[in-house]
């Protein structure tokens, strides 16, 4: 009887699992198809490159890498760099094609320099620059970057440059925030043993109302063989671009530090040893190179994974694993894959801008590990505001800067990290007192 309960708590933490990876990848690809113009079934194969590679990345990080429960996926900030990249180069006039083979190779630069710090050991040295003021700023910002991409998937505004009015959906937007509403609710109000399943089911109710309200209107009927960049490619390199992915890249090793220092506590107490961070950034390395042709957003540990698991009280491997195999079984195969696309952006929006509301949490922890006072606020007050008022400079404002630093400059999320990583390495502010 023991082995059998054991079974069936195994399995079904192992399909929260495999919801958890489903939501945070699935939203992704749409957006993309917003930004690059891109065709239904291109989207498909996009959906499928997607599903496959965030599977492998799990199931090589499982038994080779950092071997914790920890999801490895398309990393926020990747998502966030990539679409207001587009947005602005585009609006600007560089070719969608030019913009996606720039990405191709910043990406895959940016994953060979992952593996290069993965093999030589440079992580811990990298990491002490990442101090807690860093993060506050890292944290704030792509919360904020995040939630305005899923703010704009619940209105249904395009993720690209357009020209003449667009159209908001009215009621699909009243549909999605009665989803948020929803969600919030039942985990304040309800006990955590039943509040932890309130993603799944707001996804599953918000679903099935859309669909009864609207029809299935996101229906794939035609798909395409797999095909190389489909995001785009072209000999015309951006420069800029091809920097601020490799800044990117340089940038979102944080996400690694922060996840296997954040699940030390579910295993042991112990401080994870410099190997373990070696070997994960070997696999995120690999996985993001093998993923640039693809099209794939580049890989990282999710910092959230921590969040799941203390929901469920389950570290194990088992589960994780269990929850991977099942996502890498909705991508091998295309009816499976085109049934679980059909979930309509506008609900997939709001339910992960439920899930990534508590990053403000996570920004908040950081505070109380750094020593904060009215004349060294400036370490924190400087990056984050220029990085606010980045993120709402239009893309045309910036025509005139010379191309190789407008990619990086268009990017307040970026631009804050990089200006409180330098501030915060430059200037004693510990001593100010």
């Given at each position: 009887?023991e ?12 399909f ?22 891109l065709?239904?079934?291109?989207t ?6 997607s ?5 492998l ?9 950092h ?18 990249l ?6 600007q006039?560089t ?18 320099l ?10 811990p040295?990298?990491a ?45 937007f009243?549909?999605?925030?009665a ?14 043993r ?17 669909v ?31 920097i ?5 890249g340089?940038v ?23 190997a ?19 099209g ?46 059909a ?15 508590p990053?403000?949490?996570s ?23 220029c990085?606010v008022?980045l ?16 990619p ?5 999320l ?10 915060e ?9």
């Open positions: 009887m082995a059998v309960r054991l079974s069936r708590d195994t399995w079904l933490s192992g929260q699992w495999f919801f958890f990876i489903f939501c945070n990848t699935v939203v992704i690809p749409p957006t993309l198809q917003s930004a690059f113009h065709s239904s079934a291109t498909f194969v996009l959906t499928q490159y599903f496959l590679t965030t599977a990345a799990c199931l090589l990080q499982a038994f080779f890498g071997r914790r429960a920890l999801m490895e996926g398309p990393g926020g900030l990747w998502w966030g760099t990539i679409l207001t587009t947005l602005a180069e585009s609006a006039g070719s969608l094609a030019s913009i996606g083979g720039s990405l191709a190779l910043g990406i895959a630069l940016a994953g060979v992952t593996m290069v710090i993965g093999f030589s050991g440079l992580g040295w990298l002490r620059l990442f101090r807690p003021a860093v993060m506050i700023v890292f944290m704030f910002l792509l919360g904020a970057q995040l939630t305005t991409i899923f703010f704009k998937g619940m209105l249904g505004l395009p993720f690209g440059a357009v020209n003449g009015p667009v159209d908001l959906n009215g009621a699909a009243s549909l999605a925030v989803v948020v509403i929803f969600i919030v609710t039942f985990i304040v109000i309800l006990p955590q039943i509040g932890k399943f309130a993603v799944l089911l707001g996804t599953i109710l918000g679903w099935g109302i859309y009864c309200w609207f029809g299935n209107t996101h229906v794939i009927t035609q798909t395409q063989s797999w095909q190389w960049f489909p995001l785009g490619h072209s000999l015309d390199i951006k420069p800029g671009i091809v601020t992915a490799v800044l990117t340089l979102n090793i944080s996400n690694t530090f922060g996840a296997i220092r954040g699940s030390d506590t579910f295993y042991g107490n112990s401080p994870a040893m410099p373990l961070y070696r070997r994960s950034f070997v696999v995120s390395g690999a996985m993001t190179l093998i993923g640039a042709p693809l794939v957003i580049p890989f990282s540990p999710f910092v959230s994974s921590i969040g799941l698991i203390t929901q469920t009280q389950d570290a194990t491997r088992r589960a994780f694993v269990v929850g991977s195999l099942l996502f890498l079984l909705i991508g091998l195969f295309p009816p499976l894959t085109r049934f679980f696309c979930i309509p952006l506008t609900i997939s929006s709001a339910v992960m801008l439920v899930a990534y509301l990053l403000l949490w920004s908040l922890l950081f505070v109380n590990l750094t020593e904060l006072n009215a004349r060294n606020i400036y370490r924190i007050a400087i990056p984050l505001f990085g008022f993120m709402g400079v239009p893309g045309a404002y910036l025509q005139q800067l010379p191309l190789l630093v407008r990086l400059l268009s990017n307040g970026l631009m804050g990290v990089l200006l409180a990583v330098a501030l390495n430059l200037f004693p502010w510990d001593r100010v007192k």
